[in-house]
């Protein structure tokens, strides 16, 4: 018989991933700090306050609703949580990335991932979620060069002018 260590800190992580996977976007929020900062180094990108931070996340929910976590391994300090995250989803939906946002592919994209959950007290403070995202585009079929044109196209749509 096998026994699950659990922790407070890791509760609450494991939480965090459930209400993602939910969308339960007020459960997720709820285990945030007010000035909690969230950091996706793939995309440069970095988000504060519970507000701004689910509004990325849903963008990635949007486009991959039915997303799934499994957790791979955790690690744990006095006030980090680390976890290696198997991401798994079909793009059904808009991806909004930093080229751009890339059109529905139909395509199941599988990604390993790095998050590290700094807390303050019992809520999340800090999230760094490391990714390989060429990975990600290269399993949905999109090269950054195609997403890039597909950027100007759209770009030059909302302008009203003829892509370059």
């Not at 699950?4 to 285990?31: G, H, I, N, Q, S």
């Not at 139909?106 to 807390?119: E, W």
């Amino acid at each position: 018989m096998s026994t699950v260590m659990t922790t407070p800190k890791l509760d609450t992580f494991r939480e965090l991933l459930a209400a993602f996977t939910r969308k339960d976007w007020e459960a997720y929020k709820a285990r945030l700090a007010p000035d909690a900062v969230y950091e996706e180094t793939a995309t440069h990108l970095r988000f504060s306050g519970p507000e701004e931070i689910v509004e990325w996340l849903r963008a990635w929910t949007t486009a991959f609703p039915d997303v799934r976590a499994t957790v791979m391994s955790t690690t744990e300090s006095p006030n980090e949580i680390m976890a290696e995250v198997a991401w798994e989803g079909t793009h059904s939906g808009p991806l909004a990335v930093p080229m751009g946002t890339i059109p529905p592919t139909g395509k199941v994209g599988n990604l390993r991932a790095v998050l590290v959950n700094v807390f303050a007290g019992d809520r999340v403070r800090e999230i760094r979620h490391y990714f390989d995202l060429m990975d990600l585009l290269g399993q949905l079929g999109v090269t950054p060069g195609a997403a890039v044109a597909e950027a100007e196209v759209e770009a030059a749509a909302v302008q009203g002018a003829a892509p370059s």
